[in-house]
């Protein structure tokens, strides 16, 4: 175990993230959920706030509505595996998870990559599946 740089005697509890020396509890302090030395800290303190991800915290990331398309996109993917709902839901997945992709690309950080990506792969499957299908049945029913 590492020593507190102020402290000796003291077992270091963290690197700091900014310049990853190890300090103790009583020398690290909070900022923007990131874990700072004092200097650091009065360092990254008179800078502008950091942008996303340190700003969505946790709920964000599970129900991201900070990214609504995402998680329409979502929903719409996984209530298109239920056959004909699918016909219309799949390609509205797959819709909005692309609209969902670019928002991300346009503000990085931004919740809710995994909603928008889930949407688009379940938008594409049930689109080709379903729709694949009709096509079949009408081919069957004109060779008949
Ligand atoms: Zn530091
Ligand atoms: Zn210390």
Redesign the pocket.
């Known amino acids: 175990m590492q020593a507190c740089v102020n402290h000796e005697e003291t077992p270091a509890l963290a690197p700091?993230t900014?310049?990853?020396?190890p300090f103790c509890q009583a020398c690290l302090v909070e900022l923007y959920g990131f874990a700072?030395?004092r200097?650091?800290r009065e360092f990254r303190a008179a800078q502008p706030p950091p942008l996303a991800p340190t700003q969505y915290g946790v709920m964000d990331r599970v129900v991201p509505t900070r990214n609504p398309q995402a998680l329409a996109a979502y929903y719409c993917g996984i209530f298109a595996l239920i056959p004909l709902v699918g016909n219309l839901l799949g390609p509205a997945a797959l819709v909005l998870g692309v609209v969902g992709m670019r928002r991300i690309a346009e503000m990085p950080g931004l919740p809710g990559r995994a909603h928008a990506l889930t949407g688009v792969i379940l938008g594409i499957i049930t689109t080709l599946l379903y729709w694949g299908l009709a096509a079949l049945i009408l081919i069957g029913s004109f060779a008949r």
Do not use: E, G, H, V
């Not at 900014?18 to 020396?21: F, K, L, P």
């Open positions: 700091c900014s310049c990853q020396r700072l030395c200097p650091c």
